[in-house]
């Protein structure tokens, strides 16, 4: 099993709508979520960072449920330029390991 | 402003041959780390430096090492490319650990034949 999944998409919706995507991580010793945004052949970039309260940056908002370990992204009043892939990213310190754990990535297709 | 940069951008290599790829940051980052993205599987974390002077496996090392040459640049060689390391190559960097933002260069793309 992964220690992050998401599912794959395509999420395909029109300019204007509310698209939420979620994400479950495996590793309850998982610190730190993040969401980044990576475009078709680039490489990902933050896109926000996910805090237990819940945290709002203009039309995206981020959501942690540490009980049900899974974490949730909605983006409301979709545009054009929202297409790409989103990857939900989980940080733990265990093991001796301390780096980042992406998801596979949600792919969201956003049309006229 | 150039962040984080890898080269080449793309390479096609033969099975058996090796090669190094290049990543430098001028951002004064502590960490650095090498992962390998293919379809359906995400990126995955080949090697990080913690910091200078340090390297650590990742998820997927085998047929790969890495240098920590300095506190900018940390390089990735595959010794004996094989098909299956035909995949776009990611270095990133961050401040200190992985709590804060992790910054990517634009990637490499290999094909091993």
């Known amino acids: 099993r992964k220690e992050v999944e998401q599912d794959p998409g395509p999420f395909n919706v029109p300019e204007g709508a509310t698209v939420a995507f979620n994400c479950t991580y495996s590793n309850s010793a998982s610190q730190s979520f993040f969401w980044y945004r990576q475009d078709c052949r680039k490489e990902p970039k933050l896109l926000m960072s996910?805090?237990?309260s819940g945290n709002e940056d203009g039309r995206f908002t981020a959501q942690l449920n540490r009980a049900s370990q899974y974490i949730s992204l909605l983006i409301r009043d979709s545009k054009l330029s929202d297409s790409a892939t989103y990857l939900c990213?989980?940080?733990?310190?265990?093991?001796?390991?301390?780096?980042?754990?992406f998801g596979s990535g949600t792919r969201l297709q956003v049309q006229p | 402003n150039a962040g984080v940069t890898q080269t080449p951008k793309f390479q096609v290599l033969k099975t058996g041959q090796s090669m190094t790829l290049q990543c430098a940051q001028d951002?004064?980052?502590?960490?650095m780390y090498w992962y390998r993205q293919d379809p359906g599987m995400g990126l995955r974390l080949i090697y990080y430096s913690a910091s200078e002077g340090t390297t650590d496996k990742g998820e997927v090392p085998n047929g790969y090492n890495v240098s920590r040459l300095n506190k900018r640049e940390f390089s990735l060689r595959l010794e004996s490319a094989a098909p299956s390391q035909t995949s776009v190559y990611f270095c990133a960097s961050s401040v200190q650990g992985v709590n804060t933002e992790a910054f990517f260069g634009q990637g490499t793309r290999l094909t091993v034949v």
């Open positions: 996910v805090y237990s």
């Open positions: 951002m004064n980052h502590n960490s």
């Open positions: 990213v989980a940080f733990a310190v265990d093991t001796g390991r301390r780096a980042l754990t």
